[in-house]
């Protein structure tokens, strides 16, 4: 089983490929014949049901996974007349933003040029205003005076897309952003792909306006299209990470290539920050094609064989992304949000954000800030929090949170501290589980025995 990100049924289960069998993908990334809803190409999935060999299949959004915000549905088998595929050609037409990146990048450069007086912002709208469209906008909650920092920082003028199905726009505390951004210049980055991170990606934005000696360039691939009005077609795309899809088509795709192609030596990150109810599947076959296209612009340098990455994610998804990704390992850095109530640094027990980056650079060489309270294993060869201890028996720091855990002699492995051994289960669990062999997979870390609801991976207690 897999947690869901491309449709609101619940009792589904994504394939992302044409072909696939209903016990899982089988091949990554989306079918070539996938009918497309405002999102894009849709992606796969099959409706599974206890006691059932397979379950009938259907495509449904990639990016959205309640109903509500996009409806889109048809079986894989379903007969689509003429008709109906005109009229949805049509849906998806008026369903995609009134103006191009273009015409919004020529507003900018008037809105710029206007004195502060005259500079305003929409916040029911959404969008820059130039003088003569004031009077539409003329009941709307407006901001004044638009300063050039306020420019610089639209994360910040924008309201997060809160929807945590859709967006979940969780953007990075200060902190956080600093200490990526550090980290990527020391290691010896000066391209940074931002997916789905705009708060990083105007970090660098405003220090390379401020500092001409500046470096590092990024360029941020999202789907929140509201960007395109801060940022020129060679900073921003329009993007859809759960299906590699641009929506200016080819142009942007080019744009994006170009980004990757290093010249005179420069050294090329991604840096990715999907919502974390999204299908690690999906998001994996993306990644890959995104790694793919860095690839094919090395100029055959038989060294590199991935695209270095940071992919920001809970540390409960650990055994999902290894197995798309088996270079990868995590980092025991704690990931902090500005506007997410739970995923602050600092706090105790449940309170810790479980947010990690996960890395195919060697793990030595992410050196940990000592003043927040992590320190080098010598043994792992690795920076941990100062509470993981290293389990002479697993010979590794074996912590997933933070705190110290303990050695169970029976499951061979170490556990939360507040676990204890269930000869009912055979394993490891909170005191307080329910001891009931559950017949169908748990859809977060697919083993048998529990829900989704009550699954081990999700408790941080």
């Given at each position: 089983g897999c947690a869901m990100a491309?449709?609101?049924?619940?009792?589904?289960?994504?394939?992302c490929g044409a072909g696939a069998g209903a016990g899982g993908p089988a091949r990554p990334g989306r079918p070539p014949t996938a009918p497309a809803c405002p999102?894009?190409?849709a992606l796969l999935f099959v409706k599974t049901s206890q006691g059932e060999e397979e379950g009938r299949r259907f495509y449904a959004c990639s990016a959205c996974r309640d109903r509500k915000d996009c409806n889109f549905f048809q079986w894989e088998d379903e007969k689509v007349s003429e008709t109906r595929l005109a009229a949805r050609e049509e849906y998806n037409r008026s369903h995609q933003p009134s103006r191009t990146h273009r015409q919004n990048v020529e507003r900018y450069k008037n809105f710029i040029l206007l004195p502060l007086a005259k500079r305003r912002f929409c916040?029911?709208?959404?969008?820059?205003?130039l003088p003569d469209e004031w009077g539409k906008h003329s009941n709307h909650q407006l901001l004044c005076d638009i300063s050039t920092a306020q420019l610089q920082s639209p994360s910040q003028l924008l309201y997060p897309l809160e929807n945590k199905k859709t967006n979940a726009q969780y953007l990075f505390a200060d902190r956080s952003c600093q200490f990526l951004l550090d980290l990527i210049t020391d290691l010896g980055f000066t391209r940074v792909?931002?997916?789905g991170t705009p708060r990083l990606h105007e970090m660098i934005q405003s220090k390379?306006?401020?500092e001409e000696d500046y470096r590092v360039r990024s360029l941020l691939l999202d789907i929140d299209f509201r960007y395109s009005q801060f940022y020129t077609e060679d900073e921003f795309?329009?993007?859809n990470m759960f299906n590699h899809y641009f929506f200016a088509g080819e142009a942007a795709h080019e744009t994006c290539r170009k980004f990757?192609?290093?010249?005179?030596?420069?050294?090329?990150?991604m840096v990715t920050d999907p919502p974390f109810g999204g299908l690690v599947e999906a998001l994996a076959s993306s990644f890959k094609r995104l790694m793919a296209m860095w690839k094919d612009t090395e100029e055959g340098d038989p060294v590199s064989?991935?695209?270095?990455?940071?992919?920001?994610?809970?540390?409960?998804?650990?055994?999902?992304?290894?197995?798309?990704?088996?270079?990868f390992s995590m980092m025991d850095y704690q990931v902090d949000y500005d506007n997410h109530a739970l995923y602050k640094h600092g706090k105790t027990g449940r309170r810790q954000s479980p947010v990690r980056i996960f890395t195919n650079l060697t793990p030595r060489m992410i050196v940990l800030p000592v003043e927040e309270g992590y320190r080098f294993c010598a043994i792992c060869q690795r920076y941990v929090s100062s509470g993981n201890q290293h389990c002479e028996i697993c010979n590794s720091c074996t912590s997933k949170d933070g705190r110290r855990w303990k050695h169970c002699f029976l499951c061979k492995k170490c556990v939360k501290p507040s676990w204890s051994h269930c000869n009912n289960c055979n394993c490891c669990a909170v005191p307080t589980h329910a001891c009931e062999k559950a017949a169908a997979g748990c859809f977060v870390c697919g083993q048998a025995g529990h829900k989704r609801s009550t699954c081990p991976s999700l408790s941080c207690s």
């Open positions: 491309g449709s609101g049924a619940a009792g589904a289960e994504a394939l999102h894009g190409p916040q029911e709208c959404q969008q820059l205003l792909l931002s997916v390379a306006s401020k795309c329009h993007y990757l192609r290093q010249e005179d030596g420069e050294r090329v990150i064989q991935e695209m270095p990455m940071f992919w920001i994610f809970p540390y409960f998804f650990e055994s999902r992304i290894l197995e798309f990704f088996p270079s």
